[in-house]
């Protein structure tokens, strides 16, 4: 879906809006100036007659209409058509200037001449009409024309200005992380609204950049903390371990040091998302990942062994990445134990190397996981999974940290992580 911009749309909805107005406007302003001049050419017609009427033409004799009807060939007294009254029709005649029939007005009137009835006939060219109205409408869009190019530029221009405080603010919005600690800067601005807008963000920015930080600090602090008893408790699970134990003895601390293992990794974990988040990976340095997987490969066979898991390796050529070496190693170590963990029993995992993607594709449940909430902390598609929800949220921020790009897709029965870099 591709969204507009609010000026584009505003300035849009007017444009449509004008055309919309002109479509309507023009043929009627034609209708109504052809109408108004139709009937100013009936009253002239009407004066005409009225003045020939008033003039001294009762005393006209047969040769006088003759050689008035001889020299006006617009106006002429013919005999007696019986028409009773004045009136006035629309009709196509012969021009013997233009030599073609042209449209005319023509007024058939009763007049007595010498006590004889007579006929006055007089006719007027709409050729001209025409032509005047149809220019005084071409004049008048062109005004309106230029009027709305001018209107619209004005509007742009000053809504442009007018709007800058907002789109300023949307783009340092756009850019903001809260984990960055810099918070942005907004324009000052003499429009209400977009005041309230830019101090409404700063109080929340404000707000939850500090609950940001007191979260990260206490995640810190709890991990450091856990250490030392996990370890202590760790050492006496080892003690125990070598004592003389019966069997449910043995089985209960088995599964105590399981525990304590899982502890260990989740502690481990949130130090890790902790000092990524703190920055402390900055040091980087060249990794050419298939050596990096063929070296660890025999390490991850045996972890699919318990699944029985088939590892196929498919390096269409060699690929060399620029980052820091312990995050890049997490990134390929927890995208591998993902692909174990999450997979069936005779599974396979195929490992795919391109020119700048790494991709891994592994078999396990048939229905696609939720992409919403793939990458949240602490997020499991099944909550009895032996692992912490946190492999996919550090393989997350690593990317982010990179500038990388995890994506997943579901396509024939296989699952599919790809890094771009």
């Given at each position: 879906?591709?969204?507009?911009?609010?000026?584009?749309?505003?300035?849009?909805?007017?444009?449509?809006?004008?055309?919309?107005?002109?479509?309507?406007?023009?043929?009627?302003?034609?209708?109504?100036?052809?109408?108004?001049?139709?009937?100013?050419?009936?009253?002239?017609?009407?004066?005409?007659k009225?003045?020939?009427?008033?003039?001294?033409?009762?005393?006209?004799?047969?040769?006088?209409?003759?050689?008035?009807?001889?020299?006006?060939?617009e106006v002429?007294?013919?005999?007696?058509?019986?028409?009773?009254?004045?009136?006035?029709?629309?009709?196509?005649?012969?021009?013997?200037?233009?030599?073609?029939?042209?449209?005319?007005?023509?007024?058939?009137?009763?007049?007595?001449?010498?006590?004889?009835?007579?006929?006055?006939t007089?006719?007027?060219?709409?050729?001209?009409m025409?032509?005047?109205?149809?220019?005084?409408?071409?004049?008048?869009?062109?005004?309106?024309?230029?009027?709305?190019?001018?209107?619209?530029?004005?509007?742009?221009?000053?809504?442009?200005?007018?709007?800058?405080?907002?789109?300023?603010?949307?783009?340092?919005?756009?850019?903001?992380?809260?984990?960055?600690?810099?918070?942005?800067?907004?324009?000052?601005?003499?429009?209400?609204?977009?005041?309230r807008?830019?101090?409404?963000?700063?109080?929340?920015?404000?707000?939850?950049?500090?609950?940001?930080?007191?979260?990260?600090?206490?995640?810190?602090?709890?991990?450091?903390?856990?250490?030392?008893?996990?370890?202590?408790?760790?050492?006496?699970?080892?003690?125990?371990?070598?004592?003389?134990?019966?069997?449910?003895?043995?089985?209960?601390?088995?599964?105590?040091?399981?525990?304590?293992?899982?502890?260990?990794?989740?502690?481990?974990?949130?130090?890790?998302?902790?000092?990524?988040?703190?920055?402390?990976?900055?040091?980087?340095?060249?990794?050419?990942?298939?050596?990096?997987?063929?070296?660890?490969?025999?390490?991850?066979?045996?972890?699919?062994?318990?699944?029985?898991l088939?590892?196929?390796?498919?390096?269409?050529?060699?690929?060399?990445?620029?980052?820091?070496?312990?995050?890049?190693?997490?990134?390929?170590?927890?995208?591998?134990?993902?692909?174990?963990?999450?997979?069936?029993?005779?599974?396979k995992?195929?490992?795919?190397?391109?020119?700048?993607?790494?991709?891994?594709?592994?078999?396990?449940?048939?229905t696609?996981?939720?992409?919403?909430?793939?990458?949240?902390?602490?997020?499991?598609?099944?909550?009895?999974?032996?692992?912490?929800?946190?492999?996919?949220?550090?393989?997350?921020?690593?990317?982010?940290?990179?500038?990388w790009?995890?994506?997943?897709?579901?396509?024939?029965?296989?699952?599919?992580?790809?890094?771009?870099?």
């Amino acid at each position: 879906m591709n969204n507009k911009k609010l000026l584009n749309k505003t300035t849009n909805s007017f444009l449509a809006y004008a055309i919309v107005i002109l479509l309507i406007a023009a043929p009627l302003f034609y209708f109504i100036s052809q109408q108004l001049y139709i009937y100013e050419t009936d009253e002239v017609l009407h004066f005409h007659k009225g003045a020939f009427v008033k003039e001294s033409h009762q005393d006209f004799t047969q040769t006088d209409i003759d050689l008035w009807n001889k020299y006006n060939h617009e106006v002429m007294i013919v005999p007696d058509m019986g028409v009773s009254r004045d009136s006035i029709v629309g009709k196509m005649l012969y021009d013997s200037i233009a030599k073609e029939k042209e449209p005319f007005r023509v007024l058939y009137a009763p007049v007595t001449i010498n006590g004889k009835r007579y006929t006055y006939t007089e006719r007027i060219n709409l050729l001209e009409m025409e032509g005047m109205v149809f220019s005084i409408a071409a004049m008048f869009l062109f005004i309106i024309i230029v009027l709305l190019i001018g209107i619209i530029w004005i509007s742009k221009a000053t809504a442009a200005k007018i709007w800058s405080p907002f789109y300023n603010t949307l783009n340092q919005i756009q850019d903001f992380e809260i984990d960055k600690n810099k918070p942005p800067h907004f324009i000052t601005t003499d429009i209400d609204e977009f005041d309230r807008l830019n101090k409404s963000l700063e109080r929340l920015i404000e707000k939850n950049t500090a609950i940001y930080k007191s979260q990260r600090e206490f995640v810190e602090n709890a991990a450091h903390e856990l250490q030392t008893p996990l370890a202590l408790f760790q050492n006496k699970i080892d003690t125990l371990s070598q004592l003389h134990l019966n069997e449910e003895q043995s089985s209960l601390v088995a599964s105590l040091n399981m525990d304590v293992s899982r502890l260990n990794r989740l502690n481990k974990n949130l130090l890790l998302l902790s000092k990524i988040d703190n920055e402390s990976f900055l040091e980087k340095n060249t990794i050419v990942l298939n050596e990096y997987i063929k070296k660890h490969l025999d390490f991850f066979t045996e972890q699919a062994d318990a699944k029985n898991l088939t590892i196929i390796t498919e390096f269409t050529s060699t690929l060399s990445v620029t980052g820091n070496t312990a995050l890049t190693e997490v990134l390929i170590n927890n995208l591998f134990l993902n692909a174990i963990r999450h997979n069936e029993k005779n599974g396979k995992i195929i490992i795919t190397i391109l020119e700048n993607e790494l991709i891994f594709l592994n078999s396990g449940q048939n229905t696609p996981l939720k992409i919403e909430k793939l990458f949240n902390r602490f997020s499991k598609a099944n909550p009895s999974s032996p692992g912490n929800g946190l492999g996919l949220a550090i393989i997350k921020k690593i990317t982010e940290l990179n500038h990388w790009k995890i994506s997943y897709t579901f396509h024939n029965n296989l699952h599919s992580f790809s890094v771009k870099f």
